[in-house]
């Protein structure tokens, strides 16, 4: 079965982190360009970081950026979304997705998405 797997995510506290992964099962990761989004209760799904197929360009939004970065390991068929400084408002559910092309502006369309791992920001 050809699907995205995120895990990852959970409770943490303001000022914290975490790392979020995004495995492949059934393909393999190399041939695309991954995209981070995400989606607050309430709140509109919004575009996060991407990173192309040899990781040598990253984009990140900019309510992330200085504090989330990505990264891709080909050989490990994983995506990592390393998440520091945590504020209350990253609190979403955190999907990754697939496609050939890059979208800077996270339009899609995505050949595969992920399930989704939550993450909390609280005290």
């Known amino acids: 079965q050809l699907q995205l797997v995120e895990s990852g995510g959970g409770l943490v506290q303001p000022g914290g982190s975490l790392r979020l992964s995004c495995a492949a099962s059934?393909?393999?990761?190399?041939?695309?360009?991954i995209s981070w989004f995400r989606q607050a209760p309430g709140k509109e799904r919004e575009g996060v970081s991407c990173?192309?197929?040899?990781?040598?360009?990253?984009n990140y939004a900019d309510s992330v950026k200085g504090r989330f970065t990505i990264s891709r390991d080909n050989a490990k068929n994983t995506v990592y979304l390393q998440m520091n400084s945590l504020k209350p408002e990253d609190t979403a559910v955190y999907y990754c997705?697939?496609?050939?092309?890059?979208?800077?502006?996270?339009?899609?369309?995505?050949?595969?998405w992920g399930q989704g791992t939550p993450v909390t920001v609280s005290s």
């Open positions: 990173i192309s197929t040899s990781g040598g360009i990253t």
């Open positions: 997705a697939a496609s050939r092309t890059y979208y800077f502006t996270y339009s899609g369309p995505y050949d595969y």
């Open positions: 059934g393909f393999r990761l190399n041939s695309y360009v």
